[in-house]
């Protein structure tokens, strides 16, 4: 079952203690071209304003560098934030991106705004801006391909015609909008096994087929560590868990500190509960351990890829672990040029 499921890399350009934003940006950027060598199907990076842990504000532009540094895996957002920007400017980036890269650009969209109420106001919006998701999203899916007729006379160019293929990133009322809407659909985490399975159950019984997806496509995406014990693969964890916590009892979202100086930390016992709940549920071990949890959860979810989500502190542990998943989903190596692999013809809506 694993090796019939595509698997791809979210990355969302955290900053490390010690390291700036245009390094976390450029770390980015060399974590695709590792994705690309070692098989994996896309890689995605995401959008977040006023956030001094991550250097990903602007999804559209590293996409393009991340897709100048690469030439056969599939590249796009995960996702654009819809609500913050308008329909025919993303219409228009997407547009631009698929003419440069044809046939690699995957348009990921978001629902969410803002992470306080001063970035949402320095981006033009408020938390209402969410509750027209799905006109936002009717009319961006127009401008690509034509139909839209809010503004006659007007066209998103060079979008309009380009087949860019749209996954909508959601749970609950946004897999609901992704059936209607028949697009794949993105959802996670992989700790809320109930609430995941329950938003997959909705979006396949109600899923209308579009010129976009004839069929449901699911992207089941989380965290997953793999290295060569338990404890190690958990130390991967760390760095996040404990930015999390952070975020949570001092309203900041930090740089990623390194594992030892977490693990010699004195923390509250509300930081310590936050932590160890940051730690559970993710899919972490050796490689017959993460074999087992992931046969399990694309039985559970039936889905058509995982899209791996981890961040950590120490690079060269996070690129072991890619490259232990790469064996265990069984991906194909990227040749050299000499001898390259050629693209594969893509499935459903690709």
Do not use: C
């Not at 400017?89 to 991106?97: N, R, S």
């Not at 033009?124 to 690509?144: I, M, P, T």
């Not at 028949?182 to 700790?191: A, E």
């Not at 996070?318 to 194909?332: E, I």
């Amino acid at each position: 079952m694993i090796a019939s499921t595509r698997f791809s890399v979210l990355d969302r350009s955290r900053i490390r203690e010690g390291h700036d934003g245009p390094e976390a940006l450029r770390d980015s950027v060399r974590l695709a071209e590792e994705a690309e060598a070692l098989g994996y199907h896309r890689f995605w990076v995401s959008e977040h304003h006023g956030v001094p842990g991550v250097a990903g504000s602007a999804p559209t532009v590293l996409a393009a560098a991340v897709a100048a540094a690469t030439s056969t895996i599939r590249v796009g957002t995960g996702g654009v934030m819809l609500p913050n920007h308008r329909p025919l400017v993303v219409a228009e980036q997407f547009g631009v991106l698929e003419s440069l890269f044809p046939g690699r650009i995957d348009m990921g969209l978001g629902r969410s705004v803002g992470f306080t109420d001063g970035i949402r106001g320095a981006l033009g919006r408020d938390k209402s801006a969410v509750e027209d998701f799905a006109g936002q999203l009717g009319e961006l899916l127009g401008w690509l391909d034509g139909t839209q007729r809010a503004h006659p006379g007007v066209h998103a160019l060079p979008a309009e015609g380009l087949r860019t293929p749209p996954f909508l990133l959601a749970t609950g009322e946004g897999a609901d909008i992704a059936a209607a809407a028949g697009l794949p659909l993105v959802v996670g985490d992989l700790r809320g096994r109930e609430k995941l399975l329950s938003a997959v159950e909705r979006y396949r019984r109600a899923f209308r087929p579009s010129s976009w997806a004839a069929e449901p496509y699911v992207v089941v995406a989380g965290t997953v560590a793999l290295a060569g014990s338990a404890e190690e693969a958990r130390r991967i964890l760390m760095p996040e868990a404990w930015s999390l916590a952070h975020s949570r009892t001092h309203g900041v979202f930090p740089p990623l500190a390194p594992a030892e100086r977490i693990e010699a930390r004195t923390m509250t016992e509300k930081e310590r509960r936050l932590y160890e709940n940051g730690l559970h549920g993710h899919l972490h071990g050796t490689e017959d351990d993460v074999a087992t949890e992931l046969e399990t959860v694309i039985a559970l979810t039936g889905a058509d890829e995982v899209l791996v989500t981890t961040s950590t502190y120490d690079r060269t542990a996070l690129v072991d672990s890619m490259r232990r998943l790469a064996r265990v989903a069984r991906l194909t190596p990227r040749r050299d040029t000499s001898g390259a692999l050629p693209r594969g013809p893509g499935r459903g809506q690709e």
